[in-house]
């Protein structure tokens, strides 16, 4: 197989884990609202930040794997 369509692959399955991983970030800050815990508190600006770094990361991921895909696409 091509190593490109090779990496593609493995991106794909990193962007599908990081998404979970994500979300279940977004639902601890959704959670963490909802019990009214304070946005000032270590435990919200802790969970806000991990939230952000995987939001990130997802982003440029997904940069990189549609870059990847058209240069496949367009070859």
Known sequence: ???RK???LKS???LYSLGVDLEMAREKLKQLVEHGVSYNS???KDAYREF???DTQW???ERQHIA???E???D
């Open 1 to 3: 197989m091509d190593a």
């Open 6 to 8: 090779d990496l593609l």
């Open 12 to 14: 794909a399955a990193r």
């Open 42 to 44: 270590k435990e919200m």
């Open 52 to 54: 952000s770094e995987l």
């Open 59 to 61: 982003k440029e991921l």
């Open 68 to 70: 990847l895909r058209d």
């Open 72 to 74: 496949i696409v367009s």
